[in-house]
């Protein structure tokens, strides 16, 4: 994609790194048991980012390679992970992974797949995948269940850019079939949450893409209302943010 997309979090890693959601591990063991997935198997993570993926299934004993274009981000992953031997990361896209052909008995991406353009994604993981390998696309999607989810939720809206477009951009049920079409996919849901003070609430707002940073225009007023948002809801100083973690399985027609 010869758009920002691949630098858009150049400086967020710090935040990123630190407020960003990992993934269950219940994940790890749904593989295992239903499409016999095992630690002898050699996994693309695709779109790879700082390495919460990767570092998932590495301390299940799988062998990872690492697939990212964003230069910060890579490095911190390789700096995160260097401890595992298991681990590699290349400068690579989903649409030009730079990975051989027929190299990896599966493909993961972890909150990336809405960046990837899919028909040329699809085409490249046909080409590195081993014959019937499996492609597991996971997202962690925040709810909006609670009164103060919803009101974050509001926030977001508010002082976000291009929110709404990029919040289900190639991540419906619609746009998945179409990607794994003629073949069919299984979505499975996981619980997930994350506890937070003022502190990690904040980074974990400006760990995404489309919100303001320090020094923009909108960081100040977006910080008030965060300050009141927490006020209003904390709870011995904490805020809880819970998200459904989806899965989505399926392997594409070779």
């Given at each position: 994609m010869e758009n920002d997309s691949t630098k858009r979090f150049s400086t967020r890693v710090v935040d990123y790194v630190k407020y960003r959601p990992h993934y269950p591990e219940a994940i790890i063991n749904y593989l295992q048991q239903n499409y016999g997935w095992s630690k002898d198997m050699v996994l693309a993570d695709i779109g790879a980012g700082t390495g919460i993926s990767?570092?998932?299934?590495?301390?299940?004993?799988?062998?990872?390679?690492?697939?990212?274009?964003?230069?910060?981000?890579?490095?911190?992953?390789?700096?995160?992970?260097?401890?595992?031997?298991a681990f590699t990361a290349i400068d690579g896209t989903a649409e030009h992974t730079g990975l051989a052909a027929f190299s990896v008995d599966a493909v993961i991406s972890g909150q990336a797949f809405?960046?990837?353009?899919?028909?040329?994604?699809?085409?490249?993981?046909?080409?590195?995948?081993?014959?019937?390998?499996?492609?597991a696309l996971i997202w962690n999607e925040r709810k909006t269940t609670s009164d103060f989810e919803q009101e974050y939720d509001e926030l977001i809206r508010k002082h976000g850019t291009n929110y709404v477009e990029l919040q289900h951009?190639?991540?419906?049920?619609?746009?998945?079939?179409?990607?794994?079409?003629?073949?069919?996919?299984?979505?499975?849901?996981?619980?997930?949450?994350?506890?937070?003070?003022?502190?990690?609430?904040?980074?974990?707002?400006?760990?995404?893409?489309?919100?303001?940073?320090?020094?923009?225009?909108g960081y100040a007023p977006m910080i008030a209302d965060l300050e009141q948002l927490f006020k209003k809801y904390q709870k011995h100083n904490s805020i809880i943010i819970q998200y459904d973690t989806k899965l989505y399985v399926g392997k594409v027609a070779s």
């Open positions: 990767s570092a998932l299934f590495l301390h299940a004993g799988y062998t990872v390679i690492a697939a990212e274009p964003n230069k910060e981000m890579r490095e911190k992953s390789v700096a995160l992970l260097q401890d595992y031997p809405h960046w990837f353009d899919p028909e040329k994604t699809k085409v490249e993981f046909k080409r590195i995948l081993k014959t019937n390998g499996t492609i951009r190639n991540i419906d049920d619609q746009h998945i079939g179409a990607f794994f079409s003629p073949e069919v996919f299984h979505l499975e849901h996981f619980e997930n949450a994350q506890v937070f003070d003022f502190e990690g609430l904040r980074g974990r707002l400006v760990s995404s893409s489309y919100m303001p940073l320090q020094g923009d225009a």
